[in-house]
């Protein structure tokens, strides 16, 4: 092939296209075969299920109709009980908040009754510190002035007045 002209290239495409059409319509017919067999496949099987499931539902449903009236009876039963247990229940709340209140009254009296009594104690032991307190104090400073004197006293004389720690020419400080 020398060379192609732009009018053969286009046949070429073309044939090319139609190909490929003619491939993808076996393609979708091949689809088509299978699709169509899949759903007789399933349509077999429906009809085995609705076979097998016919007598159940018609059994459940006479199943039903003898067993409705004792159901509606039970259902009665239950709401009449639901009820009753409701109202016990609102009785119960209620004197479980009057128990409830009534044991915060009681806690607060104690409460009250407690830091009364804690009051009444810390004043007097406030007191009673400051009546031994005072007195233990006065007394501890007369013995403390009453051992000073004494141990001045029993101290002997000191020669010189000045301290060997400070050198001579430094005066002392008094404190």
Known sequence: ?????????????????ALALLLQALVLLAI????????????????DLRTSVTPFVKEAREVFTRVAPRIEETTADVAAFTHSLRAQSDDLKAASAEIIEKARHQASRIDSMTTHVLDAADRAGAFVNDAVSRPMRQLSGILASIRAIVDSLRAPEP???????????????FV
Request: no cysteine; proline share 8%; glycine share 6%.
């Open 1 to 17: 092939m020398a060379h192609l002209d732009s009018q053969t290239a286009q046949l070429i495409f073309a044939g090319v296209a």
């Open 32 to 47: 088509f075969f299978g699709i169509r067999k899949a759903i007789a496949t399933l349509r077999e099987d429906f009809d």
């Open 159 to 173: 020669a010189s007045r000045t301290r060997p720690n400070h050198p001579p020419g430094d005066p002392e400080m």
